[in-house]
């Protein structure tokens, strides 16, 4: 089987996890949660075998180009969505963020990004590459995780503070939001920001330049922090963090596909 | 003196400098940064006057941006120093048999529900504990119990080693805009140069470019000695993402060129079908084709390319439309004198003065090579290193091996004393705390 055949096969496991998960949110039905976090995982381990099979085909990192960026931070995604159903459930921001990776794969198949390898320019040939890319998107597959916990938070209707039942779900979203954050800064200040100053550092001889990529994946990590801080404000927590961690994620969004073909800069490889 | 300490380590203060800095950072990518004053006349008619005033084409380097970071560094400073006594203090009261009111954890009703359900030993609870990665420590004192169980010490510093990484990273980046110096060295094969303030010249061996079969550029090489007092020390391959450090300079493959001046250009005189001249030479030289007639290339242009005055420029260093100036004599007459262009032969006539059935083809340029090395020293990046060290320990500390503290005081014949702390994921603790103690 070549790689886009089990990357297909992935894609309709996904499409169907997410059809299982809005059918199990929707009629709350318990027993299809426990049949789609199975399925879930053999879509993942499709995937893992569609990604490993481009990457000894090619012999370099797989995420060289949009489409390999794409696919691996929808890769990521899942990986994190697994974690969160096995540790921490999701309830009902797990069939939104299928919803997500869905789209992920959809954009990571489409014409517009090309799929054949290219080889890598000289900038691009070191293992910060494996390092830096790999572990800032997983940390933002976390991250992607607390926006949607976060945009459901701010979705959800205010009813009246009587209405016990909403209010626990709220303050699950909220801490689920956390929780994905928590995991999540860390491995972005991590791959994003430390290994790619230190990669910068080898490759340009200064470990920050201000260069509009840079700024960005700064700009994503202070949201975060405010994120942080706000929680700590009574007056904060809840909504207004809410809508920090929603801008948080936009910001790395931004810093992903925006910075590439809206602003230059010396990231334009990717 | 307090307001000022308080104002200065306050929360508040710490979320107004982080969403003034993301705005500025933002407006940074938005203006294109380091352009000339015209440009912004041209680019933002109505702004210019406010970016320039606020220096915001140099905006990381504003007055503005540095004060604000300036006020997050002592934010920082202020703040560790205001919570590191009561993180040393937590450490070690946490033995103490007294400290009533410290359940943070802020479920008062959970302590008290606990305690009066706790019906386990202190020694099974001990191994519970011990389970779950616990220290454990059970202290007897007269007629009353301690039970001390901790885990995570990283992670109650943790907030604490963020903030000082943050200190030392900023302290790193002010280091580095102060001292640190950059130098681009532009080496042709077999040339050296003395590197400024150090005893020891780098001369360039040899400079390499490989090929990916379809073209594309795989790598450049530059092999380089280092050569001190006339004797060669060291020799390596710099690359891009291989650099070579020396004496604490660090030596990067940033770039190559042309040396244009020394290029040798291959061209064909054709007077008629049969009649075809090659033709050697490099520009500035007088070549004699016979007895009367010269050849002389004025000049090369690599790029060429045509100014609002009608002057010929290069456009860049790069072979993109290479053209020569050529001059033909015969006998003290001019009888060719026009560019020549490699991509469009057909197009020679510019300039041409002379209408001749002569046709001059440039047939090939070679150029040799130069790499542009850049050496750099740069005193702030160690700071860098050590802050991203002290962020990521407490970071991960504080996330992922978060500090947790039971005590449980038995004291008969009173109810026991359950007192909890957490300072991270309280909720997860209390979770667990459950478990263990029911």
């Known amino acids: 089987m070549s790689e886009f055949t089990l990357l297909a096969l992935a894609f309709i496991i996904y499409l169907l996890v997410t059809l299982l998960g809005f059918l199990a949110y929707l009629g709350g039905k318990k027993r299809l949660q426990k049949t789609s976090y199975f399925l879930s995982l053999s879509g993942l381990v499709l995937h893992s075998a569609s990604i490993l099979y481009r990457t000894i085909q090619s012999g370099q990192a797989p995420f060289t180009s949009m489409y390999e960026s794409v696919n691996f931070l929808a890769w990521s995604c899942v990986l994190a969505v697994i974690i969160f159903e096995r540790f921490f459930r999701l309830e009902k921001a797990g069939p939104y963020l299928w919803l997500i990776i869905v789209a992920l794969m959809a954009l990571a198949s489409s014409p517009a990004l090309p799929k054949e390898v290219s080889p890598l320019v000289p900038a691009l040939q070191s293992y910060w590459l494996w390092l830096h890319v790999s572990i800032t998107l997983i940390g933002e597959a976390f991250l992607a995780v607390a926006f949607v916990a976060s945009l459901l938070y701010l979705s959800s209707r205010e009813k009246g503070s009587d209405d016990r039942q909403a209010q626990i779900r709220k303050e699950k979203l909220d801490l689920l939001a956390y929780r994905a954050v928590a995991i999540g800064f ?72 925006g910075v590439n073909y809206l602003l230059s800069g010396l990231h334009s490889y990717v | 003196m307090r307001s000022t300490f308080g104002f200065l380590s306050s929360l508040r203060l710490t979320i107004f400098l982080l969403i003034a800095i993301i705005i500025l950072a933002i407006i940074g990518t938005l203006i294109p940064q380091g352009q000339d004053i015209d440009f912004y006349r041209h680019q933002f008619p109505h702004l210019s006057s406010l970016i320039i005033s606020l220096k915001l084409n140099h905006l990381y380097r504003s007055p503005l941006f540095l004060s604000l970071v300036f006020l997050f560094l002592l934010n920082l400073l202020f703040c560790t120093l205001k919570n590191l006594p009561l993180r040393f203090r937590r450490l070690k009261n946490s033995v103490d048999f007294t400290s009533e009111d410290r359940s943070l954890t802020g479920d008062r009703h959970l302590a008290v529900r606990l305690a009066e359900k706790l019906e386990k030993t202190p020694e ?19 007629d009353q119990k301690l039970l001390l169980a901790r885990k995570g010490l990283v992670g109650l510093f943790g907030t604490e080693l963020v903030h000082l990484g943050l200190l030392v990273i900023i302290l790193g980046g002010l280091a580095s805009a102060l001292f640190s110096e950059r130098i681009t060295l532009a080496l042709s094969e077999g040339q050296s140069e003395e590197i400024m303030g150090k ?46 450090r020396y004496r604490g300079l660090g030596f990067y493959q940033t770039s190559y060129g042309y040396d244009w001046g020394r290029c040798r250009l291959s061209l064909e005189l054709k007077f008629s079908e049969q009649d075809r001249k090659r033709v050697e030479l490099s520009p500035g030289e007088r070549l004699l084709l016979d007895q009367n007639l010269t050849i002389v290339v004025s000049s090369f242009i690599p790029d060429f390319q045509i100014d609002q005055l009608g002057q010929a420029f290069s456009r860049s260093a790069e072979p993109r439309n290479p053209a020569a100036l050529v001059e033909v004599n015969q006998g003290g007459q001019q ?83 359950t007192i909890f702390y957490a300072r991270k994921n309280r909720q997860s603790f209390l979770e667990e705390i459950e478990r263990i103690i029911l």
């Open chain 2, 124 to 142: 099974k609870l001990r191994t519970e504990l011990k389970k779950r990665r616990y220290q454990v420590k059970i202290i007897q004192k007269a």
């Open chain 2, 335 to 417: 009888i060719f004198f026009g560019w020549i262009f490699y991509h469009y032969p057909e197009q020679s006539s510019f300039h041409r003065k002379t209408p001749l059935i002569l046709e001059i083809r440039l047939l090939s340029f070679t150029a040799p090579q130069f790499s542009v090395l850049e050496a750099s020293s740069d005193p702030g990046t160690n700071l860098v290193w050590i802050g991203s060290f002290l962020l990521l320990l407490g970071l991960m500390g504080s996330f992922y091996l978060p500090y947790r503290e039971l005590k449980i005081i038995i004291r008969q014949p009173n109810p026991p004393l």
């Open chain 2, 199 to 244: 005893n020891f010249r780098l001369r360039l061996d040899k400079f390499i470019t490989e090929f990916y079969p379809d073209g594309s550029v795989k790598d450049w090489k530059s092999l380089v000695s280092i050569i001190e007092n006339d004797q060669v020390q060291l020799q390596k391959a710099i690359e891009v993402n291989h650099p070579l």
């Open chain 1, 186 to 257: 860390p491995l972005f200040t991590l791959g994003a920001l430390v290994f790619g100053m230190i990669w910068a550092n080898q490759a340009w001889g200064r470990y920050w330049g201000w260069d509009p990529k840079e700024v960005w994946s700064l700009i994503t990590w202070l949201f975060y922090a405010l994120y942080l801080h706000t929680r700590l404000v009574m007056g904060w927590k809840g909504k207004k963090s809410a809508l920090i961690a929603v801008l948080g994620f936009l910001s790395a969004l931004f810093t992903f596909f």
